[in-house]
């Protein structure tokens, strides 16, 4: 059933709780990828048109003991934000109390709050990470409607996402929750044919859930990376030092039977010697593995055919990057992929998070897609079929 957005609220003079996903990466104390807060935007102005009082909060890493917190509060975000807003974002460096109680009861309409990293509640028996009853209560007694905008934490029943939702009164979900179900759910639900999907990354085992619901909903998926090896080990192909998951051969091997001919490998490889952008780089055909080398991309003929195969697709899905992208020798792969998908002229282009959203970005694709998914784990877990228990706990639309 669908749930309720943000345009079904009434936000005017109310204090809104909007649980944002600014888990960006950090290097030193500056972000180095601002993606998330930029993609945060649309929700958190249409608020502040709307004359709510907004408070948002996010977590951001792991945070298991007290030394955990260095360089993970939320403060550098809070002034990308005030930034990007063009206005005032209070901070507070607390996840409860007085201050952050008081400065709440301060707030004007159109003022935006935000407090610290909801992950600091983990110090202390993972108050957060558990989905604590009680400190979902006490988040949600902050304010009058709670907004879930992060979609990339939608996959875990959170104290910050599943516990609000269950205390509040009114629950909806933000323009970017809203737009990364839509995407990612019609892709694999109701999707314009032929529909294709891409998969690499490292390994198989990470990938099975979608492989198999792939299987099901997609015309063709087309694997690249570090699990094609297992796949090829499995026909009895020799791939050298290549990554292998000797445990998942059987698995790999029922997929390929179960597949209907819809998994497409590789036909030829970029390989080194040592896992290293340093190496002299060979390309080898499927069977001319020597036995120490390692792919590490795909070939140009696998570019070649997999352009072909993409052609006429409708839909695209891509999850995981084709050869270690962040080594200049094995990324043509992935760029290739990019570049393919980006001329596309009348088909739906999404990539699902994680390392190869990382990498279009990096490689200057980033308008190029329908939809870059912010999410990484939930992105997986949503084309794997499964529900997302930030998405399940917001209000219905009735
Ligand atoms: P994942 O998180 O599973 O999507 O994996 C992403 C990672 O896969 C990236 O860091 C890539 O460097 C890595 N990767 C892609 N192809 C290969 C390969 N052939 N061998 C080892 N690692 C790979």
Not at 285 to 303: H, R, S
């Amino acid at each position: 059933m669908a749930k309720k957005n943000l345009k079904d609220l009434n936000v005017k003079g109310k204090t809104v709780l909007v649980r944002v996903d600014f888990n960006v990466p950090m290097k030193d104390g500056e972000i180095t990828d601002d993606n998330r807060i930029r993609q945060a935007l649309p929700t958190l102005k249409y608020l502040i048109e709307q004359d709510a009082k907004i408070v948002c909060f996010s977590h951001l890493g792991r945070v298991k003991k007290a030394e955990d917190k260095k360089g993970k509060s939320l403060k550098p975000v809070s002034e990308k934000l005030a930034e990007y807003l063009e206005k005032p974002v209070t901070f507070i460096p607390e996840t409860r109390g007085k201050k952050l109680e008081s400065a709440i009861a301060a707030l004007k309409p159109k003022e935006v709050l935000m407090f610290e990293n909801t992950r600091f509640e983990d110090i202390d028996g993972s108050k957060e990470s558990k989905n604590d009853d009680d400190l979902g209560a006490y988040w949600a007694s902050l304010g009058d409607i709670f907004v879930n905008d992060a979609f990339g934490t939608a996959h875990r029943a959170h104290a910050s996402n599943v516990g609000i939702a269950s205390h509040s009164e009114e629950s909806a979900a933000g323009f970017l929750l809203e737009k990364e179900i839509a995407f990612i759910g019609d892709a694999v639900n109701n999707p314009q044919r032929p529909f294709i999907a891409i998969l690499g990354g490292v390994k198989v085992s990470d990938k099975i859930g979608v492989i198999k619901n792939l299987l099901e909903k997609a015309d063709m998926i087309l694997i690249g990376g570090g699990m094609s090896y297992t796949f090829l080990k499995t026909q009895g192909i020799e791939v050298g030092t290549s990554v292998v998951e000797a445990d998942k051969l059987e698995l790999a091997e029922d997929l390929l039977k179960n597949a209907y001919g819809k998994i497409v490998l590789p036909l030829d490889f970029k390989v080194t010697k040592e896992f290293s952008n340093e190496e002299a780089v060979r390309v080898v055909d499927v069977n001319d593995f020597k036995e120490d080398e390692m792919g590490l991309d795909i070939g140009p003929k696998t570019m070649e055919k997999y352009q072909k195969l993409l052609k006429n697709a409708r839909t695209v899905v891509w999850n995981g990057p084709v050869g270690v992208f962040e080594f200049s020798n094995f990324s043509q792969g992935t760029i290739g992929i990019c570049q393919t998908l980006a001329n596309l002229e009348d088909a739906t282009t999404i990539i699902g998070g994680g390392d190869s959203a990382a990498a279009a970005i990096k490689f200057g694709f980033e308008d190029a897609f329908s939809h870059i998914s912010t999410g990484g784990g939930a992105s997986l877990e949503y084309l794997e079929g499964k529900e997302l228990p930030g998405v399940t706990c917001l209000d219905d639309r009735t």
